[in-house]
């Protein structure tokens, strides 16, 4: 059995089944190495403002290693903030046959790229797209650098169409890249759990019938809640409800314009067993996101798996591959407030049966976008390797 060495900087939430299943699965012996260092299990996310403790196991069902991680100021917001001396002779020790690497931008991460390029089969999964580029001599200088970096890579595991673009901008050919869905536990999100969703509704004051429209997102800029927000206030529709499910930098900004209406709602972060009562208890998940670096959006995967219908910016990854107009939710242009307006109102017209049919196919669109299906790409690719 190929041994695969799989370098992430701390666990996540979304890629700790990955790494599960792939362990259960025993078509790889898998070893992940972490590489912010132990006291990223229990860390602070600024973009939540508080220290986050995931509700489900991160570290359990397959071996790990901690890697020490010696930067001054560590984490994963610069390049200098996972800086790991004993790295390579960690993984080097274990003796793998090939390498999996989650993100280049780290100073350790590009080390170990480098190291092992030539040695070993060096595979990379990211989900970088090519939505916020520009045109500009610092862009010209940007695309020689990252041909650059992904020469160092041999195979590359892709989530989804804009990524795949961006990749082969920067000289990846198809050959070397295999597409390996994003992708969430979409079982947990199916699982029925209405009768607290329809509590959490009531505790809220929103009827069975009016349709209620969630935001479930760190409260930050690139996120745009407030254009969310402001958008919501213009419609005329009085029979639909708005909840702002999280913190963030902008809660107080919004709690404040919110204010006078009784109609907009909030909740602080809650964990992963819960939000799939949050995304059943809603009829139409809007995710506006203005970047830069919205890559992707695995919110919009979970509230799919709960079987809501969708409205997505044009600067969310997903949307190109998850989101189709008039089938399951709509694509508005970022930034773009009248726009995004219009296409609220405009799905809200459809009322609860409108769009709880949307939801349905959102439901049968996501059927294929499974942690399984990203791990069988995995497994098959390295062993051909």
């Known amino acids: 059995m190929k041994k695969l060495a799989i370098i992430s900087t701390h666990p996540i939430q979304y890629y700790a089944p990955v790494f599960q299943l792939m362990y259960k699965r025993a078509k790889l012996d898998i070893k992940v190495f972490y590489t912010w260092g132990e006291a990223s299990a229990h860390k602070f996310d600024p973009g939540f403002k508080k220290k986050i403790k995931w509700d489900i196991p991160l570290l359990e069902g397959y071996p790990y290693e901690w890697a020490e991680n010696t930067s001054k100021n560590p984490g994963t917001h610069h390049f200098n903030g996972i800086v790991n001396p004993g790295l390579i002779e960690q993984i080097k020790s274990w003796q793998p046959d090939g390498i999996l690497i989650y993100g280049w931008g780290f100073q350790s991460h590009l080390k170990v790229l480098r190291y092992f390029k030539n040695k070993i089969p060096v595979f990379f999964r990211g989900d970088s797209t090519l939505l916020d580029e520009e045109n500009s001599a610092r862009a010209i200088l940007k ?81 745009s809640p407030v254009l969310l927000l402001e958008a919501f206030l213009n419609l005329n529709n009085a029979g639909s409800h708005l909840l702002f499910v999280g913190n963030g930098p902008l809660e107080e900004q919004l709690i404040l314009k919110a204010k006078q209406h009784s109609r907009v709602h909030f909740m602080d972060f809650q964990n992963q067993t819960q939000m799939p009562v949050v995304f059943q208890a809603s009829d139409l998940f809007c995710l506006p996101s203005k970047g830069p670096g919205e890559t992707w959006g695995l919110a919009i995967n979970e509230a799919m798996a709960a079987g809501k219908a969708i409205l997505a910016s044009n600067k969310v990854g997903a949307t190109v591959d998850l989101v189709k107009p008039g089938e399951n939710g709509d694509i508005f242009s970022a930034e773009i407030s009248s726009d995004l307006t219009r296409k609220l109102d405009q799905l809200i017209c459809k009322g609860k049966i409108g769009l709880a049919e949307m939801g349905k196919s959102s439901k049968v669109l996501i059927d294929k976008w499974t942690i399984e299906e990203q791990v069988t790409i995995i497994e098959t690719t390295v062993n051909n390797g």
């Open 143 to 223: 695309t020689a650098f990252l041909k650059w970096v992904y020469r160092h890579v041999d195979h590359v595991f892709y989530p989804g169409t804009n990524t795949k673009a961006y990749f082969k901008k920067y000289g990846l050919k198809d050959a070397q890249l295999s597409f390996a869905p994003h992708a969430i536990d979409n079982k947990r999100f199916a699982v029925d759990r209405s009768a607290e969703a329809l509590s959490l509704r009531k505790n809220l004051g929103i009827e069975e019938f009016e349709i209620l429209i969630l935001f479930a997102a760190k409260f930050e800029e690139k996120k």
